[in-house]
Structures are given as C-alpha cells and as structure tokens.
C-alpha cells in the first residue's frame, strides 16, 4: 500500500487541516496518558518547521453530537501550549495565522455530523483551508467528516505518524520472522471474530486470553463461575477453534485463573484450576501456570502481536500479574534482540507504560479498533482515500 504523504510537500504559507486522534484519558483536568500527543508530534514539527499554518481537529470521547465541556480539548490544549479555537467551524482566526502557527480546534464531535459523514459539514469543515493531512490512525477505520469527508474535498495525504503505522503493521503481516506467535485477549469474541480469524491464520500459535478465553474454556465444558463471558458464543469459539486446526495454527487457552468472590481491585486473590472454580468465583486474572506457559511461548518466538490484556491489569499489584508478566518477557526478548514485537490497545499499551517497557517493544500503534481492523485485512475508509494510485 503505498500513500499520499507530506514528506515532499511545499505547504509554506499553507493553511493545513490536520486529523489527530487526542481521545485521551483526562482525570482531574490533568492528562494521564499523552502517547497518542507524542506520537502526533513528528507530524506537527514537520509541517510547523515547513512554513505551513496548522490547525488541528480532533476529537475526545463521545458528547454525542452536544457541546458538552467535560469532553473539551482545552486540557490537550494546554498541554501543548497552544491556542484552542472554540468551535471547529470558525475560520475568523485564519486571517490572524502566520506561517508555523499551531492551533488546535475544539472537539469536532460536538457536532453530531463529523460522526454521519455529513456532506454540508465536510464541506463547512474543509472550508478556509488548502489541503488536509490524516494522522490520526485510531480513527481511520471511521468514514467520518473529520477523516474521509474532507478528504474528498481537498488535497489529502497521509502524516509521518500514518504512514509509520501502515509500514510496521505491513510489514509484520506480510513478511514476519517466525515463529510468530500472536496474543489475543479483552472481553468478547463477538468482537474479534474476523481478527481471530486472521491471525489463527498468519501465525504459529494464537493465544487467546482474558474473557476472551474464558468464553472459549466454556465452550469447552470449563467451570467459569460467574466470570464474564459470552455463553451465546459457544458455537462460535469452537468454530474459530477448528478454522485455525484446519490451518495449521496451534491455539492456546487458559489453563488456569486468578479468582476472587468480588470484582474489586481490593479482592482476596486465590489461584485455580478450572476444575476448582466455584458457581461464586469471578475470574479476573490469567493464572499463574498458564502466564508461565505464555512466556514459555513468548521466548521461542521471533515475532509478537499482542492485543488485549489478560486480566484486570490496572489493578496494581495483584491483578495485573498476568498482563505485566507478558509485557515484561516481551520487552526482555525485544531488547536483546531475539524478538520483533507489535503491540496495539489503548489497555494493552497502558499496561506497557505502567511497567516502564514501552519504549523497549519494536512498534507501538497507537490503533485500536483500527489496529484490529488492519490486522483483519479490512480496508480502512480514512486511509483507502489517500492511497496513490
């Protein structure tokens, strides 16, 4: 796939709109995690130090098409030390911008027609500028206003953190070093049927984790307790069981749980079998012979996609055993050498940077949904449109 990209762009004196994906996490006014800031701002350096006039639209949670202040940008803003334009269809700022300004709009969904791809706000949106540049990979799998809608209307290419995005994922889905060994988890397998699907088969073995292997252990007659999963998807699990036998892809499910009585980061932790779950015991974390055996795995691969964490990992120490335990052994193999790693999740990346070995994995993408849906091999609407062709 080869894009449209802003490498050899004379944009000075240009007014660029630029897509970032800012949807991150704000506790008290503060940011909590800025991954998805930093990695924009190769881009934004880029096009500011080439003369161009940035202006940003982004989006953070969902206000549902309101103008609710509790999801505006001016925290992200602050941030970055930039000026925050109130309303993403103003342009009267335009005429104040001179060449390396940056600003950054106000959230784009406050206005429920970035969501429909309406055409009049594609149009009011794109409206005041020269050429438009998608970064935002979190969201290129959406055919919104702020991703495809003004990019049918002008000039659009793919930013540096984009383009780096679909060169690693490509590059791990088309010519891996194997073994390859992909890691599965989160909560449904409604939801990751076609990714499942894709990687039993691309790889040598597929992991599945979490409440996602929890569903596949019941379809299989394990006692689960009163665990989260999906009993609707018996049939299902074991379909996706014999479609990656018949491909040749060795699937591992969990052998083992971290239980309690409560679903509470404060719960009595007790380590069993699927045998000894009780009808009142609630999974929450892989358990301790089944995370032994995964990074057994992790240590004879050469390449690791992972997506989804294996158990409450946010709730430090005693849940996120299982989590912290793989993020640890991928990172020890990447450093030295042995391995190539690709990991994608909002929760999976979080899990990364509480244990401090974000920057040891090969590539981190910042995709979630969209990571998944390029795993799958969908065609993603937001980046299709800037394709060379």
Same mark, same amino acid.
């Given at each position: %796939?080869?894009?449209?990209?802003?490498e050899?762009?004379?944009?000075?004196?240009k007014y660029?709109?630029?897509?970032d994906?800012?949807?991150?996490q704000?506790?008290?006014?503060?940011?909590?995690?800025?991954?998805?800031?930093? =990695?924009?701002m190769p881009?934004?350096?880029f096009?500011r130090?080439?003369?161009?006039?940035?202006?940003?639209?982004?989006?953070?949670?969902?206000?549902?098409?309101?103008?609710n202040?509790?999801?505006s940008? =001016?925290?992200?803003?602050?941030? %970055?030390?930039?000026?925050?334009? #109130?309303?993403?269809?103003?342009k009267?700022?335009?005429?104040?911008?001179?060449?390396?300004?940056v +600003?950054?709009?106000?959230?784009?969904?406050?206005?429920?027609?970035?969501?429909?791809?309406?055409?009049?706000?594609?149009?009011d $949106?794109?409206?005041?500028?020269?050429?438009?540049?998608?970064?935002?990979?979190?969201?290129?799998h959406?055919?919104?206003?702020?991703?495809?809608?003004?990019?049918? !209307?002008? #000039?659009?290419?793919?930013?540096?953190?984009? /383009?780096?995005?679909?060169e690693?994922l490509? =590059? +791990? %889905?088309?010519?891996?070093?194997?073994?390859?060994?992909?890691?599965?988890?989160?909560?449904? @397998?409604?939801t990751?049927?076609? @990714?499942?699907?894709?990687?039993?088969?691309?790889?040598?073995?597929?992991?599945?984790?979490?409440?996602?292997g929890?569903?596949?252990?019941?379809? =299989?007659?394990?006692?689960?307790?009163?665990?989260?999963?999906?009993?609707?998807?018996?049939?299902?699990?074991?379909? !996706?069981?014999?479609?990656?036998k018949?491909?040749?892809?060795?699937?591992l499910? #969990?052998?083992?749980?971290?239980?309690?009585?409560?679903?509470k980061?404060?719960?009595?932790? +007790?380590?069993?079998?699927?045998?000894?779950?009780?009808d009142d015991? @609630?999974?929450?974390d892989?358990?301790?012979?089944?995370?032994?055996r995964?990074?057994?795995?992790?240590?004879?691969?050469?390449?690791?996609?992972?997506?989804?964490?294996?158990?409450?990992?946010?709730?430090? #120490?005693?849940?996120?055993?299982?989590?912290?335990?793989?993020?640890? /052994?991928?990172?020890?193999?990447?450093?030295a050498?042995?391995?190539v790693?690709?990991?994608?999740?909002?929760?999976?990346?979080?899990a $990364?940077?509480?244990?401090? @070995?974000?920057?040891? !994995?090969?590539?981190?993408?910042?995709?979630g949904?969209?990571f998944?849906?390029?795993?799958?091999?969908r065609?993603?609407?937001?980046?299709?449109?800037?394709?060379?062709?």
């Open positions: %796939m080869k894009l449209r990209t802003i050899n762009l004379d944009v000075r004196g660029v709109l630029l897509r994906d800012f949807n991150v704000i506790v008290d006014g503060k940011i909590t995690d800025a991954f998805r800031i930093e =990695q924009s881009t934004i350096d096009l130090r080439a003369g161009a006039r940035v202006v940003i639209v982004s989006h953070r949670g969902r206000p549902k098409g309101e103008r202040m509790d999801f940008l =001016q925290p992200i803003a602050d941030y %970055m030390n930039v000026k925050l334009i #109130p309303d993403c269809l103003d009267d700022f335009l005429a104040d911008m001179r060449d390396g300004d +600003v950054l709009l106000e959230n784009v969904r406050f206005y429920g027609a970035d969501e429909k791809n309406d055409p009049a706000f594609s149009a $949106l794109a409206r005041g500028y020269d050429l438009f540049v998608n970064d935002a990979f979190a969201v290129s959406r055919a919104h206003a702020s991703t495809v809608g003004v990019a049918e !209307i002008l #000039p659009s290419y793919a930013g540096l953190l984009l /383009a780096s995005e679909i690693n490509s =590059q +791990v %889905m088309e010519n891996p070093k194997r073994p390859l060994l992909s890691i599965v988890a989160g909560s449904k @397998v409604s990751k049927i076609g @990714v499942l699907k894709a990687l039993a088969k691309l790889s040598d073995t597929l992991i599945i984790g979490g409440a996602l929890t569903t596949f252990n019941y379809a =299989q007659g394990a006692k689960v307790g009163n665990s989260l999963f999906e009993a609707d998807q018996k049939e299902t699990a074991l379909e !996706i069981l014999d479609f990656a018949n491909n040749n892809c060795r699937v499910l #969990p052998l083992d749980k971290g239980v309690a009585k409560e679903f980061a404060d719960a009595v932790r +007790v380590n069993k079998g699927f045998a000894e779950i009780e015991d @609630v999974i929450i892989a358990g301790l012979e089944t995370t032994e995964d990074v057994a795995e992790i240590r004879k691969a050469e390449t690791v996609i992972w997506n989804g964490t294996v158990g409450m990992a946010e709730w430090q #120490p005693v849940w996120s055993y299982g989590s912290f335990a793989l993020a640890n /052994a991928i990172a020890e193999q990447t450093r050498g042995k391995l790693s690709v990991i994608g999740g909002g929760d999976t990346v979080a $990364l940077e509480a244990c401090g @070995v974000k920057g040891d !994995i090969t590539y981190v993408s910042t995709g949904g969209a998944l849906e390029f795993v799958e091999g065609a993603l609407p937001a980046i299709a449109i800037l394709e060379d062709k």
